[in-house]
């Protein structure tokens, strides 16, 4: 699977973005979908997944009820909704895939994007 992530840029606090990641081959569904983000001088933090076919999705507590993850299986595409931004999101964002059911760290993700860099200014 490869994977390309885009739609990073520069928004002020309190906007929103979208993040997409476009994957390739023919069974992206069978595929669990993580969302991760790297700031300077930090490890990289989960940020949050979604099933293979989308009915279930897990957060983490820093991004729960401002972010919502969301996949197109017939466009192989799942996209990461950020509301309220705050310079603390500022990151560079990863999706990653992986055919395990759950998966809460990098270690559980097989397969990468290059990553996309947001910067939130207050």
């Known amino acids: 699977v490869q994977l390309q992530a885009s739609g990073g840029g520069l928004v002020q606090a309190g906007c929103s973005l979208r993040l997409s990641c476009a994957a390739s081959?023919?069974?992206?569904?069978?595929?669990?979908m993580g969302w991760f983000r790297q700031a300077p001088g930090k490890e990289r933090e989960f940020v949050g997944f979604?099933?293979?076919?989308?009915?279930?999705?897990f957060y983490a507590d820093s991004v729960k009820g401002r972010f919502t993850i969301s996949r197109d299986n017939a466009k192989n595409t799942v996209y990461l909704q950020m509301n309220s931004l705050s310079p603390d999101d500022t990151a560079v964002y990863y999706c990653?895939?992986?055919?395990?059911?759950?998966?809460?760290?990098?270690?559980?993700?097989?397969?990468w994007g290059q990553g996309t860099l947001v910067t939130v200014s207050s």
């Open positions: 990653a895939a992986d055919r395990t059911p759950y998966g809460a760290t990098p270690i559980s993700y097989d397969y």
């Open positions: 081959g023919r069974t992206f569904n069978l595929y669990r």
């Open positions: 979604i099933s293979g076919s989308g009915d279930r999705t």
